[in-house]
Structure formats: structure tokens, C-alpha cells
């Protein structure tokens, strides 16, 4: 059996049979050069990424047939499974600090890590800082966001800032910020009792829609241009647009409907029984914006820059995306040493068109070298398929009752009134939770990675670059099999099983 290795040499030999990108006829392009393509968002033009509102009528309808009529049927059938869990945990939850410290500090919340205290962070603590504190290994996560939410009446959220402390290559929690505690006790820590308690709720509540509304949403939004040009832009018998397809399949209809929709969970219109989040739309759209665009004078929220680099963070889960980016790579720096010197050409313009809409993408002078396109392209496929997805798989084995959407305890009268737990959280607000978390948050697969096969006879290219090319779609998936195994031999969790990861973005 080939492999990648024995397969390279093969590549720079061949010899493309590719024509210049030069007067193609509509015929040439996916959707006749009348295909989708980015505009500034409606909502928020500066502080949201560019939208795609004018999609194909066939992706619009296989949306509907593969994933719209899901979002039907768990509405109509899965209520009674959502009110029975609502009922056998209701009222708001204590979490251990080995659980918090376990969720925040290595599943899907870690990626919000950031190492070390910055000069703002270190004026808020620093009252409560050992005098050793230098010679100490800090992290932080900052839930700031929060204190942009616009609750109902009678549920409450708040900012909330968290400093770890690693011990014996663990991470504690020490000191918790919350804003909206008054007087002098706005920072508690562990010896606090029931403040401590419920900093940690607000804590979690604020992973949650930091994952959900806020970071999470760069995996989705800001690619939705890179798909929308790219079907719009590169002919049909190019090696990229058959590389970039199966990772493109539901996506633009998908994002338009959580964006643009008057159903959409977003907009949390109550008339809708998966409507679980604390506020109305304006106030969810906020938290999208501050992933975005930023916050200002926050040095944890700079807003969204468009990196071709996974960003570094110290826990298991990026070791176990980064397994998965690193095969990736491999599949497609070998893929693109087959494209030829002409179809550079068209992918030139392609980036030149992106680069107009996500400026730190690579301009089109720059993406002339192998290295740069290599970096794209496997960003674009890890992020719509492996990090998409895993994000969505591991907040979903997080129990729905330590994560709270909604909590009915209100920050600024817990140091006068004792915590009222058993009505922190109603029946109500769980039973939609569970509902929204059924339909939108679980992972629900249409096609998947592993299962992914290249449309690669398309191409214009010879028929030993096409079978070269469909050796290497064999490697590539037998290579994504050895991935568990090599996670497994290094004792890192695999916090979401192969065959279970989506190759588009599909939930």
C-alpha cells in the first residue's frame, strides 16, 4: 500500500493539462457566474463578518431536505425527553471546584485560556496576589462579554474573570472577578462559601455563551465568504474548488438562517419552545461582536484576526486539534504540489477577492507561494470540519444544569439575601435549554469527514494526476484513522470520535 511519502515525487513530475483561466464560459463555473457572494452584514456591518444573503436555490433546497426538515421534527417530538430532564434537575447547581477546574482548564472552555497576567489583569488582583505571585504560573478567562447581555426580567448574568493558578500541572482555581458584586467583595476566592459558589455559576454561565455566541461563531461566519467566492470564482475542473466543495456542502444557507432569521435561536423569540437564551437578539448579536470586533480597553478581546495558524492554548484539547490539523496539512500540502502553474493563476484572483473581505487573508501576490495556499486551505478544511465539530461534541457532554443559560439569582443582593438554589433555575428555563441544545447544539451529522470523497476525476488534469490524487484521498482517510490511536498512546482525551466529525458546517 502507497503512502504519502512514496506518492511525493510523483507530483512535481506531472504535467497539468490545465488551460488559462481566460474567457471561460458560465458554463465553466459551479452556479454559471451567478453564484453567491459576500456583502456587509445587514445587522451589524462593522461588527459582524460580512454575510452571504443570495444563495443557489439547489443549496437552499438540499438545506431544507438534509437539515431544515431535523429542526421540524425534534421541535414537534423531542419535548417530553426535554421536560423530563427539566423537571429531574431543576433549580440552579452547585458545581465542584474539580469540576470547574476540569471544564474550564481542559475541555472545549480551555481554548479561552490565556497565560499570564497583564498589567489590566494584575491591577484588578493584585490586592489578592500572594507575595510570591511572579515566581507563580497564572492563567486567565476573562467572560467580560457578559456584562453586554440584556436579560429578561428576573434573570440576571454578569461579567465574570477567572484567575488559575497551575499546581502539579494542574490548574486550580484561585481568585474569581465578578462584576456585579458590590462593596468591597467584587473578587471572592474558594474560603467565600456560597459566593464562591455562585461566582462559579456566573462563571459558567458566561463559558457557555462565550463558546456558543462569541468565539465559536468565528468558526462559522467569517468563512462564509471563502465559500461563497470560491464557488463563485473557481471553475469547476479546478483541483482547489474540488478539494473545498465537500467542506462547503449547507453551510451558507445554515449561517444565513441563524443570522438572519426571525426563528433563528439568536433572535430568542419566546413564541419558540428552543428559545433558551436570557435576553432578546440585540443583546445575543452583541456577544458576536465582541468576538469580532472586540471590546474596548479589554486586552482580553481584541477582536477577530484571521490567522492561517491554529492559536496556541496549554491544555488537551488543542493537543487534540492540533493531531488533526497536522494530518491535514500533510494531505493537502501533497494535493497542492499537483496544481499546476495555470490553475495558480485563477487561484491568485480567488485570493485577491477574499483578501477584499478578510484582509489578513493572503493577499494574491502572496498566495503564488505553495506555503501560504498550503496554510489556507488546511485552515479552511480544519476549521469548518475538525474544530467546528469538535467544539460542538464536547460542550455537549458538559451536563446542560452546570452550564446554565438562565440564572434567576441576582448578583448584586447575594451578599444580603441567602442563595436561593431551588429557584435559580426554572423548570422552564431548562426545559428550553434542553430543546435549543436537542436542535442546535448537539452534533446531528448530514456527511462526515471520514466518509469524505474528492471529486477529482472533474478535474483538468491528466489520468495519472487524477488517480494520484485519489491515492491520496485513500491515505488521507486511513492517515485520520491513526489519530485516536497516537491520542490514545499519549493519554490525551479524544473529545470527539472520528467518524462522528462533520466535514462542513452543519449544526
Known sequence: ????DELSDFAHQQTSDSKKNVNLPKEAFLYQRQGPWPQPSP?????????????????KEEWKKKIGRRYVKNMWTYWPKALHYAYKHKGLHKISDEDFNHYLGEGVFSKFLIKGLSDQKRAIFNDFLPVDHNEREYYIIDFSLMSFTKPFEGIYATGTIVVFEKVNNALEAKLIYVDQFEGDKKIVQ???ADLWSIAKVYAMQGAAYKLILSEHALLHFPFDCINAISKSSLPINTILLQLLLPHFEHTLVLNKVVLNSTASPVENDQKFPYSGFLGDGDGQRSLVACAYSGIEGNDSYN??????EIEKFDSPYYTFLLEYYNVIKKFVTEVVNVISDEELLIIKEW???INQWLPTFTSSDEILLKDNLIQEITMIIWDVS???SADHHSFAQVPSYLVPLRVRVNPKEVHNNEIDWE?????????????EREMFFKPTNVSTLYNTKYNFEKTNYSESTKKYLKDLNDIFIRELSEVETRLKHKNVPVFIPLK???RSIQY
Open 1 to 4: 500500500m502507497q503512502t504519502l
Open 43 to 59: 445587522r451589524n456591518p462593522k461588527g459582524e463578518a460580512p454575510a452571504v444573503l443570495r444563495l443557489p436555490r439547489k443549496e
Open 190 to 192: 474558594p474560603t467565600d
Open 303 to 308: 477582536g477577530y484576526h484571521y490567522s492561517k
Open 351 to 353: 485570493a485577491g477577492h
Open 386 to 388: 475538525v474544530a467546528h
Open 423 to 435: 429557584n435559580g433555575m426554572t423548570i422552564k428555563d431548562m426545559f428550553r435549554y434542553r430543546m
Open 500 to 502: 462522528e466529525i462533520a
